[in-house]
Nanobody, 117 residues
Framework: QVQLVESGGGLVQPGGSLRLSCAAA?????????MSWYRQALGKQRELVAK???????NYADSVKGRFAISKDNAKSTVYLQMDNLKPEDTAVYYC??????????WGQGTQVTVSS
């Protein structure tokens, strides 16, 4: 079983920055394929924000390209999401997801990000 714990959310003014962290703990069957950040705004579907594979391949949603950066520290089993130039439309609950080659996927509990003046 794998547990993912997110941290770093909060309230920030438009144009500000936040850094989210997701630490993975526990054991899983097989190797991990990728870790991702998703977000879900009130009344909307959950959407992919950024993904990073164990090989280092990265994808971003068009809405965050040039503003957000995903990175990982394998030694700490942690993935980060640096969010700059935040906009009110970035307000959402942000979730971390880990996917393994076995096909299993695990989610964190989510962390609230609110962008408001």
């Amino acid at each position: 079983q794998v547990q993912l714990v997110e941290s770093g959310g909060g309230l920030v003014q438009p144009g500000g920055s936040l850094r989210l962290s997701c630490a993975a703990a526990g054991t899983a069957y097989g190797s991990r394929y990728a870790m991702s950040w998703y977000r879900q705004a009130l009344g909307k579907q959950r959407e992919l924000v950024a993904k990073i594979t164990e090989g280092g391949h990265i994808n971003y949603a068009d809405s965050v390209k040039g503003r957000f950066a995903i990175s990982k520290d394998n030694a700490k089993s942690t993935v980060y999401l640096q969010m700059d130039n935040l906009k009110p439309e970035d307000t959402a609950v942000y979730y971390c997801k880990a996917v393994y080659f076995s096909g299993r996927a695990y989610w964190g509990q989510g962390t609230q990000v609110t962008v408001s003046s």
